[in-house]
C-alpha cells in the first residue's frame, strides 16, 4: 500500500516491517549471561588495591620498637599510647568515682527515707563522683602519656624512670595553679602510681 509523503508530495511505497513475535527476548535472556553486572563490582572497595590501604591491617613490623614499649596491647607509638592510657585510666577511675559515689548516697541517706528519696540522693553521688574523678583522671592521663612519650623518644627507651619523672610532672601541672603546695602533692601521687604501673609492668613482661 502505497504512503503519501507530505515531505515530499509524493507517494511512498514504504511500508513498516512486519513484528516477528519469535525475535522478542523473554525473561531469562535479562536473568542470564552477561546481562547482569557482578555484584562483587558493586562493592564500594571494588577495583582498589587492598594490599596498599593500611589502616585495613596491623602490621607487625610498624609496631613500635624501642626497649620497653611492649605492653599488654600492640602499639604502634605515642597515638595508641595515648588512647589506650587515657581511655583506661578514665573508664577505671569512673568506675571508682561511681562507686565512691554510690556508697556516700547510702551513707548520707536515713535508712527510714523513702525509697525514690534514697535512690534520688545515690544518683546525685553517682553523678557527681564519678566523671569529676573520671575527667580529672582523663586530663592527667592524656599529659601523662604525652610527657611519657617524649622522653621515652628522647633518650630512646622506655623505663621507669620516664613513667615516674613523667608522673611527677603530670600531676604537677595538674595542679598549677592551685600553688607549691597542692602542686607537690599531686606530683607525688602521680609519680606514686606511675611507678607501682612501671613495677608491675616490668615483672608481667
Given at each position: 500500500?502505497?504512503?503519501?509523503?507530505?515531505?515530499?508530495g509524493?507517494?511512498?511505497?514504504?511500508?513498516?516491517?512486519?513484528?516477528?513475535?519469535?525475535?522478542?527476548?523473554?525473561?531469562s535472556?535479562?536473568?542470564?549471561?552477561?546481562?547482569?553486572?557482578?555484584?562483587?563490582?558493586?562493592?564500594?572497595l571494588?577495583?582498589?588495591?587492598?594490599?596498599?590501604?593500611?589502616?585495613?591491617?596491623?602490621?607487625?613490623?610498624?609496631?613500635?620498637?624501642?626497649?620497653?614499649?611492649?605492653?599488654?596491647?600492640?602499639s604502634?607509638?605515642?597515638?595508641?599510647?595515648?588512647?589506650?592510657?587515657?581511655?583506661?585510666?578514665?573508664?577505671?577511675?569512673?568506675?571508682?568515682?561511681?562507686?565512691?559515689?554510690?556508697?556516700?548516697?547510702?551513707?548520707?541517706?536515713?535508712?527510714?527515707?523513702?525509697?525514690?528519696?534514697?535512690?534520688?540522693?545515690?544518683?546525685?553521688?553517682?553523678?557527681?563522683?564519678g566523671?569529676?574523678?573520671?575527667?580529672?583522671?582523663?586530663?592527667?592521663?592524656?599529659i601523662?602519656?604525652?610527657?611519657?612519650?617524649?622522653?621515652?623518644?628522647?633518650?630512646?627507651?622506655?623505663?621507669?624512670?620516664?613513667?615516674?619523672?613523667?608522673?611527677?610532672?603530670?600531676?604537677?601541672?595538674?595542679?598549677?595553679?592551685?600553688?607549691?603546695?597542692?602542686?607537690?602533692?599531686?606530683?607525688?601521687?602521680?609519680?606514686?602510681?606511675?611507678?607501682?604501673?612501671?613495677?608491675?609492668?616490668?615483672?608481667?613482661?
Amino acid at each position: 500500500m502505497a504512503i503519501w509523503d507530505t515531505l515530499t508530495g509524493h507517494k511512498s511505497s514504504n511500508q513498516p516491517e512486519a513484528f516477528d513475535p519469535s525475535t522478542a527476548q523473554d525473561v531469562s535472556s535479562f536473568l542470564g549471561g552477561n546481562a547482569l553486572p557482578d555484584p562483587s563490582e558493586l562493592h564500594p572497595l571494588a577495583g582498589l588495591n587492598q594490599d596498599t590501604l593500611d589502616y585495613l591491617t596491623l602490621e607487625e613490623s610498624a609496631l613500635d620498637e624501642l626497649p620497653g614499649s611492649q605492653s599488654v596491647l600492640p602499639s604502634r607509638g605515642w597515638s595508641d599510647d595515648l588512647c589506650y592510657g587515657t581511655g583506661t585510666t578514665y573508664i577505671t577511675a569512673l568506675t571508682i568515682g561511681g562507686a565512691w559515689g554510690l556508697a556516700e548516697g547510702l551513707n548520707r541517706t536515713p535508712a527510714t527515707a523513702p525509697p525514690k528519696l534514697r535512690l534520688n540522693s545515690v544518683l546525685n553521688s553517682i553523678t557527681r563522683r564519678g566523671p569529676f574523678l573520671g575527667n580529672s583522671a582523663g586530663v592527667v592521663a592524656m599529659i601523662y602519656n604525652g610527657i611519657n612519650s617524649s622522653l621515652g623518644y628522647a633518650r630512646g627507651k622506655h623505663d621507669a624512670a620516664n613513667s615516674i619523672l613523667a608522673g611527677a610532672l603530670s600531676g604537677m601541672l595538674f595542679k598549677s595553679t592551685r600553688g607549691v603546695k597542692p602542686m607537690m602533692i599531686s606530683g607525688g601521687i602521680v609519680a606514686s602510681i606511675a611507678g607501682l604501673w612501671a613495677v608491675a609492668r616490668r615483672a608481667l613482661f
